[in-house]
């Protein structure tokens, strides 16, 4: 099957590096791997380049391994699993100055190697995308959910919270300036890799660019390593860990405006609009209320991502994450102060009121208010010093 395959054109030069290493992540793909392998050497043979072909092994228990050093491949076994581990351990095992990567699942068009490797060599850039979105997607090769919704909406959040110009957040064939790499401190072991790579360089002013590529449909009968609602939720998840000031400022508007309303509505009571409609009842009070905890966790998630971040916090939010641990303590017991002294006002006057009915739910709701705040804030900053003790 392989005998008329092109060997790996793997002459090093003087420094013993590679103008590029290309990395393949792999786990059992020994139906596509030879294919995907041919369709590189094709591309790259016909340059001047030094390069060397990589297959990052993920633990197979098929032909995958022996495939690729009889291709003349450097098989780098990692043991830690998944597609993000497999592509670090790949390229951080990688000797070319450029490194490029794909899946060897024959899905991505790797005739399109030494175009995206001239694209970000002649261009000076940090990282080349080979987009699959503005080149020729065959039918059935990509799921109408991943093509219609997931990947421009993922897109879509990483330009405008990062200040990118992607066309393709998920593409999984790039090729990336290794010592850029070294410097972005990529983490991920999962399908997420592909958004920690994009907005890490972004963060870090990364020169990248694009050509225009596309996507065959994969082979009949193999059963891919994505899935759809677990790893579409773990790049959205890796997305908002890497901006928390979005947590921070819609969590403090919310819960500043609620909390402003919620105080109007306890000092003017219910008011008629024009006759029409009344605001600022008890209704409107139980709905400021829910928003003004919402607000509240919303901001103290924000405080967290700070904890993993090198974003600069608002001052108020620095000076709760460096909270001296005594003004804590006395906020705690404050806040369960508050929660008995509450309910002793309302023993106190149910009891006044010889057991029966109350009518204190104008007061009561305000009341709830500010110490569903001071509850929510210091359960939160409990949470926040006890993950900054561990990140300590």
Known sequence: MTDHIPQVKNHPSETSAYDLSFVFPCLNEEATLSLCIQQVNESLASSSMHYEIIVADNGSTDRSREIAVELGCRVVPVNERGYGAALRGGIEAAMGDYVMFADSDNTYLYEDASRLYTAASEKNADMAIASRMTGQIEPGAMPFLHRWAGTPVLTWLINRLFNGRLSDCNSGFRCIRKSAYETWN????????????????LKCGAKSVEISSGLRKGPEGRVAHLRTWRDGMRHLLFIFSEKPSLFELIGFTILLLATILQITAFITGPISVAGLFHIFDMHTQALLLLS???GAQFYLFGCMLYLQSKDPPMKL???????????LFFTLLATV??????AGYIGAQWSLSGFSNLNLAHNLLFGCHILALFITFSVGLLGLHVLKKAHN
Do not use: H, P, Q, W
């Open 292 to 294: 003004g905890i919402f």
């Open 186 to 201: 990529i983490r991920s072991n999962g399908m997420e890799f592909a958004s920690e790579l994009l907005i890490k360089a």
């Open 337 to 342: 102060c508050g929660c008995i002294g509450l």
């Open 317 to 327: 939010t620095r000076k709760l994450i460096f909270l001296d641990e005594g003004v």
